[in-house]
């Protein structure tokens, strides 16, 4: 969990700005925000949950543990403060893929740590001032 300085919208483009940067695609987004605010004209302080993932991880990982497939895209989630700031939060790719560290074992645990240093870096960039 990383508070930001930076105010809801900067720091959702910015998370992208760092995920091209690190070679990650943008897989999915979802905002209760925008839904709520489509399907049941309400307003909530903003919110939303980025998938990020490539093939040069998915491919190696599916090869690990079958299991692990179901933790990809890794997500990060974007939320809006009160001060209208906002917050960059993440599970660590080792802790998300830990419960198929069983079947996927010495193939699986190298590539999630190499994930924790992609996404620990992401996050910092975009987070910082």
Known sequence: VIPTSHDYATLTQRVKTAAAKHKL????????????RQVLSKSSPGNTVIGLYHP??????????????????????????????A????????????????EGGEKLKPLATQLDLVFDA????AAAN
């Open 56 to 85: 040069r991880f998915a491919v190696p990982m599916l090869e690990a543990s079958i299991a692990a497939g179901i933790e990809a895209p890794i997500r990060v989630y974007i939320t809006e403060n009160a001060d209208k700031t």
């Open 25 to 36: 695609g943008v897989v999915s987004q979802a905002s209760a925000t925008v839904g709520a």
């Open 87 to 102: 917050t960059l939060s993440y599970k660590k790719p080792s802790h998300v893929f830990s419960p198929s560290m069983d």
């Open 122 to 125: 992401l996050a910092t960039e």
